[in-house]
């Protein structure tokens, strides 16, 4: 059964810095871990993912400079480390995962198939 467990959220002034924690069980074979968010109104937007098998990370437009995303494989899990935070940042940040991805698929929302419970991180001015 698969499982994507998130944690980390909260709340922070802008300019500080938040740790996001996914914790995965149950995946298997060829895929990716993403995060991907969404703020109130708006449509959901790609932040980082990592192909788990060879750690090659990506990154949304924008985003790369302050958040890094990492895995620790023993753990099976994903982190993303956000700083320098923006009130723009504010919004439920989601891990989720996509099968058999490839280069060109990596930042598509669409293919990222099963989706953690979703983590509220909220960045005040």
């Known amino acids: 059964q698969v499982q994507l467990i998130e944690s980390g959220g909260g709340s922070v002034q802008t300019g500080g810095s938040l740790r996001l924690s996914c914790t995965a069980s149950g995946l298997t074979g060829s895929y990716a871990v993403g995060w991907i968010r969404q703020a109130p109104g708006k449509e959901r937007e790609f932040v980082s993912a990592?192909?788990?098998?060879?750690?090659?990370?990506h990154y949304g437009d924008s985003l790369k400079g302050r958040f890094t995303m990492t895995r620790d494989r023993a753990k099976n899990t994903v982190y993303l480390q956000m700083n320098s935070l923006k009130p723009e940042d504010t919004a439920v940040y989601y891990c989720?995962?996509?099968?058999?991805?490839?280069?060109?698929?990596?930042?598509?929302?669409?293919?990222?198939?099963?989706w953690g419970q979703g983590t509220q991180v909220t960045v005040s001015s």
């Open positions: 990592i192909r788990w098998q060879t750690g090659a990370t």
């Open positions: 989720a995962r996509q099968l058999n991805p490839i280069t060109s698929t990596m930042r598509a929302t669409y293919r990222y198939d099963f």
